[in-house]
């Protein structure tokens, strides 16, 4: 069983940075795609980036490309977003995902098996 924690989200103001990081735990992560989806308040979950397996590939949305940079680190188990320029239209609550059986960066969400329990990103006007 794997298991992803999220961290690094908060409060920030527009135009600042924030760098999320997805630790997992239960088993090595060095296989996996993995993916950053968010959602905010009212709004249904939308797809944020993805990283291949062996972090070669990446895929990003429209809405952020060029501001945020996805990356993983297998040493660490670990993968991370780097959010800058931040707008407000970035508030969200933030998830990573790990999909066991791609390899490749997926924008979909039902081809991740595996889900954190998000943390909170707030950009202030």
């Known amino acids: 069983q794997v298991q992803l924690v999220e961290s690094g989200g908060g409060l920030v103001q527009a135009g600042g940075s924030l760098r999320l990081s997805c630790a997992a735990s239960g088993r090595s992560l060095r296989t996996w795609a993995m993916g950053w989806f968010r959602q905010a308040p009212g709004k249904e979950r939308e797809f944020v980036a993805a990283?291949?397996?062996?972090?070669?590939?990446?895929d990003y949305a429209d809405s952020v490309k060029g501001r945020f940079t996805i990356s993983r680190d297998n040493a660490k188990n670990t993968v991370y977003l780097q959010m800058n320029s931040l707008k407000p239209e970035d508030t969200a609550d933030y998830y990573c995902a790990a999909d066991q059986w791609t390899g490749v960066p997926r924008s979909t969400s039902h081809v991740y098996d595996y889900w954190g329990q998000g943390t909170q990103v707030t950009v202030s006007s």
């Open positions: 990283i291949s397996r062996s972090g070669e590939n990446t």
